[in-house]
């Protein structure tokens, strides 16, 4: 069959494998130069940067894709890191988190004084829950009743006690530990999928479980390796990628994939696979359809970013790979850059920093720091302005904690905010993850990997169920392609 792919993200290069894998013609269309959308890379100057992941978790569903084409997994060079991430508070308190269970534990005793046991049962739990919940939320279609229906449904379902639907994240942090530090540690796992730890559901203290038990990976020559990586194994399989080609249009026949109307030219396919965001795929490139799923796409955007990345010409022993400054008046400090109902309630300030363990991503003597917050979808802001606030800050807590005055230290800069987000990649308002998940039916209001009313359209990417990171991303590839499967028989 004719198979059409609407960009290369991370979702899209799953799905070209795997079509391209089982026999069909692929061809996929990516608006910019480069495979892996948000998985980007920024040069200036003798910086490099990764511009968009930098916390790499769940490497078993990209072997999954090379053991599916029979390729040599080793050749995909990535290590485990011993540390995920540095903790900075704002009174003070700095500590390592250890990639080892046992020492992250003794560390958290330690440092915020909280209870082995309850510390040890929390992970634990964690754990369980992602185990119980992942077939079914992450691995399998929700859309589909015959895909609930089996063992894994009643396993997951038999859990329903411990995911604490009552509660939200945050209450069931905060319940449970005795330091207000280990409540905080723990809620911002909810940025992973965009949401607020004051909204979204406690079941989502799970999220954690990738990071903090099974370990952060960091691919050799950086994150862009696996979009790199999984285009050379598309591209194996016979999937053609049209580089710089914007999607404009999916043509219907009677409610059936017909063609793809692109800036330079017109397709006919039998399939198309949106990998663009699912609420454009309908604005931008089904104008005209009248049974677009409006209530899914008119919930809450997730969260934006606003990422500085500078060349910092200095080095930092006390800083890691991934590092994690918390700011405990961040009402005074943070909160009113961004007085929108948006807003993601805890700005913290996330430096991530490659060249600790690649370093001709910086000069000798150099860091390449990738210096993330949380903030609001664009609502119209002024983001020149915000940028300014965001930046003095960010630089003004740094500067304390690091004891150096950081404005001296940078020699490269470049900004990405809401409004980069929305137009180098066309996601909508600039969320990361498409809707939020700040209520405990989220996930049934995640649009499906395939429609409904369209014959021959699948949805693959964080948008789509079941929601955000290169894990899930690649997830939503595979549910797409068991659909499409199904759909033939
Ligand atoms: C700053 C930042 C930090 C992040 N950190 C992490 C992290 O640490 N770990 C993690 O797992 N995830 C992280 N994420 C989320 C991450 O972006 C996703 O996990 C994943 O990369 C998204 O993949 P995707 O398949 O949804 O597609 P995207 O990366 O959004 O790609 C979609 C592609 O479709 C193309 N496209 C759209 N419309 C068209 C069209 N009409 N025609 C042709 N092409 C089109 C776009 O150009 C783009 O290349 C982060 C995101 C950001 C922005």
Same mark, same amino acid.
């Given at each position: 069959?004719?198979?059409?792919?609407?960009?290369? +993200?991370?979702?899209?290069?799953?799905?070209?494998?795997?079509?391209?894998?089982?026999?069909?013609?692929?061809?996929?269309?990516?608006? @910019?130069?480069? &495979?892996?959308?948000?998985?980007?890379?920024?040069?200036?100057?003798?910086?490099?940067?990764?511009?968009?992941?930098?916390?790499?978790? +769940?490497?078993?569903?990209?072997?999954?894709?090379?053991? =599916?084409?029979?390729?040599?997994?080793?050749?995909?060079?990535?290590?485990?890191?011993?540390?995920?991430?540095?903790? /900075?508070?704002?009174?003070?308190? *700095?500590?390592?988190?250890?990639?080892?269970?046992?020492?992250?534990?003794?560390?958290?005793?330690?440092?915020?004084?909280?209870?082995?046991?309850?510390?040890?049962? %929390?992970?634990?739990?964690?754990?369980?829950?992602?185990?119980?919940? #992942?077939?079914?939320?992450?691995?399998?279609?929700?859309?589909?009743?015959?895909?609930?229906?089996?063992?894994?449904?009643?396993?997951?379902?038999?859990?329903?006690?411990?995911?604490?639907?009552?509660?939200?994240?945050?209450?069931?942090? #905060? !319940?449970?530990?005795?330091?207000?530090?280990?409540?905080?540690?723990?809620? *911002?796992?909810?940025?992973?999928?965009?949401?607020?730890?004051?909204?979204?559901?406690?079941?989502? @203290?799970?999220?954690?479980?990738?990071?903090?038990?099974?370990?952060?990976?960091?691919?050799?020559?950086?994150?862009?390796?696996?979009?790199?990586? =999984?285009?050379?194994?598309?591209?194996? !399989?016979?999937?053609?990628?049209?580089?710089?080609?914007?999607?404009?249009?999916?043509?219907?026949? @009677?409610?059936?994939?017909?063609?793809?109307?692109?800036?330079?030219?017109?397709?006919?396919?039998?399939?198309?696979?949106?990998?663009?965001?699912?609420?454009?795929?309908?604005?931008?490139?089904?104008?005209?359809?009248?049974?677009?799923?409006?209530?899914?796409?008119? !919930?809450?955007?997730?969260?934006?970013? $606003?990422?500085? %990345?500078?060349?910092?010409?200095?080095?930092?022993?006390?800083?890691?790979?991934?590092?994690?400054?918390?700011?405990?008046?961040?009402?005074?400090?943070?909160?009113?850059?961004?007085?929108?109902?948006?807003? %993601?309630?805890?700005?913290?300030?996330?430096?991530?920093?490659?060249?600790?363990?690649?370093?001709?991503?910086?000069?000798?003597?150099?860091?390449?720091?990738?210096? $993330?917050?949380?903030? &609001?979808?664009?609502?119209?802001?002024?983001?020149?302005?915000?940028?300014?606030?965001?930046?003095?800050?960010?630089?003004?807590?740094?500067? *304390?904690?690091?004891?150096?005055?950081?404005?001296?230290?940078? !020699?490269?800069?470049?900004?990405?905010?809401?409004?980069?987000?929305?137009?180098?990649?066309?996601?909508?308002?600039?969320?990361?993850?498409?809707?939020?998940?700040?209520?405990?039916?989220?996930?049934?209001?995640?649009?499906?990997?395939?429609?409904?009313?369209?014959?021959?359209? %699948?949805?693959?990417?964080?948008?789509?169920? &079941?929601?955000?990171?290169? &894990?899930?991303?690649?997830?939503?590839?595979?549910?797409?392609?068991?659909? /499409?499967?199904?759909?033939?028989?």
């Amino acid at each position: 069959m004719k198979v059409g792919i609407i960009g290369a +993200g991370v979702g899209g290069l799953g799905a070209a494998v795997r079509f391209a894998k089982a026999g069909h013609d692929v061809i996929v269309f990516e608006a @910019n130069e480069h &495979p892996g959308g948000k998985i980007n890379n920024l040069e200036l100057g003798d910086f490099r940067w990764d511009m968009g992941p930098s916390v790499f978790t +769940g490497p078993e569903y990209i072997k999954e894709l090379y053991e =599916l084409c029979g390729e040599d997994f080793s050749t995909f060079k990535f290590k485990k890191l011993d540390e995920s991430f540095r903790y /900075f508070y704002k009174d003070g308190t *700095r500590f390592s988190l250890s990639a080892q269970q046992d020492k992250l534990i003794q560390t958290l005793s330690e440092e915020l004084g909280e209870d082995k046991v309850t510390l040890k049962n %929390y992970l634990d739990k964690c754990g369980k829950n992602y185990k119980a919940i #992942a077939p079914m939320f992450i691995e399998t279609s929700l859309h589909r009743w015959r895909h609930l229906m089996n063992k894994k449904l009643f396993k997951a379902l038999s859990r329903i006690p411990k995911y604490k639907l009552n509660k939200t994240m945050h209450e069931e942090n #905060a !319940q449970l530990f005795n330091n207000a530090k280990t409540a905080q540690l723990f809620d *911002r796992y909810a940025t992973y999928n965009g949401s607020s730890p004051y909204k979204a559901p406690a079941m989502l @203290n799970m999220i954690q479980h990738l990071e903090i038990n099974e370990g952060v990976y960091l691919p050799e020559h950086g994150m862009v390796q696996i979009a790199k990586s =999984l285009h050379s194994l598309a591209v194996k !399989q016979g999937a053609k990628f049209h580089f710089n080609e914007k999607v404009e249009r999916i043509e219907l026949d @009677n409610e059936k994939i017909k063609s793809l109307k692109t800036d330079k030219s017109k397709y006919e396919f039998d399939i198309v696979v949106s990998n663009m965001d699912v609420l454009h795929t309908y604005n931008k490139l089904l104008p005209d359809f009248s049974k677009a799923p409006e209530k899914i796409l008119n !919930q809450e955007r997730s969260s934006s970013a $606003m990422v500085f %990345y500078w060349g910092i010409n200095k080095t930092f022993d006390e800083l890691g790979v991934h590092n994690m400054f918390f700011s405990d008046d961040y009402k005074a400090e943070f909160k009113s850059l961004f007085e929108t109902k948006t807003l %993601y309630d805890d700005p913290s300030i996330y430096i991530h920093i490659t060249c600790k363990e690649k370093s001709d991503d910086a000069p000798d003597n150099a860091e390449n720091w990738f210096a $993330m917050i949380n903030c &609001p979808v664009d609502t119209g802001q002024d983001w020149s302005e915000y940028r300014q606030r965001a930046k003095s800050a960010i630089i003004n807590r740094l500067s *304390r904690e690091l004891n150096t005055d950081i404005s001296s230290l940078i !020699q490269e800069e470049f900004v990405m905010d809401a409004k980069f987000i929305e137009e180098k990649y066309s996601g909508a308002l600039g969320s990361i993850y498409g809707n939020s998940s700040n209520n405990k039916y989220a996930a049934f209001y995640r649009h499906a990997n395939f429609s409904k009313d369209i014959k021959g359209l %699948y949805f693959v990417g964080v948008t789509v169920h &079941p929601g955000g990171g290169i &894990p899930l991303a690649l997830n939503s590839a595979k549910i797409a392609f068991e659909c /499409f499967e199904e759909d033939q028989k």
